[in-house]
């Protein structure tokens, strides 16, 4: 008797977490319905191994939608990364003790909009979803991401190629920084931040 009641518990137990974890989409307040975007969501956000961007191009014209949506978001990806890597250059700067940090900061500022510039040519598209709406116009979704192990690369083969700055320039340090903060962005997100 005492082992169908156990089992009996077990069952009602397992079962209210079946049906908890069930659960349909949480009701929406009255007058309210949920719009889903293409191209867009958690699967599109910065990750610590690469930076996405989104963004939605309308037009007459089918071509000029996929234009604007693109150019949007590439510009949205150009200002993530100039943001993330003025931040890894000034943990990386203030982590340095050497005489010419102020050359230094200035270097890596003078080279960020000239290799976020370069590194944007290597940027994929992840995601293109094209519609048309009740009006007869063209709107384009897209998602768009590059590789935050080539961006790095590309500051790396930048500054090394400056003869004052090679010599106080240390690549792994400079990589570890901006891992970091690539991981602190990518946890942010995951957090809801």
């Known amino acids: 008797m005492k082992k169908i009641g156990v089992y009996s518990i077990v069952a009602v137990a397992f079962a209210a977490a079946l049906i908890g974890g069930c659960k349909s989409k949480q009701k929406m307040p009255d007058g ?50 100039q943001t993330t890597v003025k931040t890894v250059t000034d943990n990386y700067t203030n982590s340095t003790s050497m005489d010419k940090k102020e050359q230094l900061e200035q270097k890596f500022e003078s080279l960020n909009r000239e290799v976020v510039d370069q590194t944007l040519q290597g940027v994929r598209t992840i995601c293109e979803k094209l519609v048309q709406t009740k009006d007869g116009n063209y709107k384009t979704y897209v998602a768009i991401e590059l590789s935050a192990d080539d961006l790095v690369k590309e500051y790396n083969n930048r500054l090394s190629q400056d003869d004052k700055l090679k010599v106080d320039y240390d690549y792994e340090k400079f990589k570890d920084t901006f891992n970091k903060e690539m991981d602190k962005m990518s946890s942010q997100r995951r957090g809801g931040n």
């Open 32 to 81: 309210e319905k949920e719009i889903v975007v293409p191209c867009s969501g958690p699967d599109f956000f910065t990750t610590n191994k690469v930076f996405r961007a989104n963004s939605i191009g309308e037009s007459m014209d089918q071509v000029t939608s996929k234009k604007k949506a693109l150019t949007n978001a590439r510009n949205e990806l150009a200002q993530a990364i």
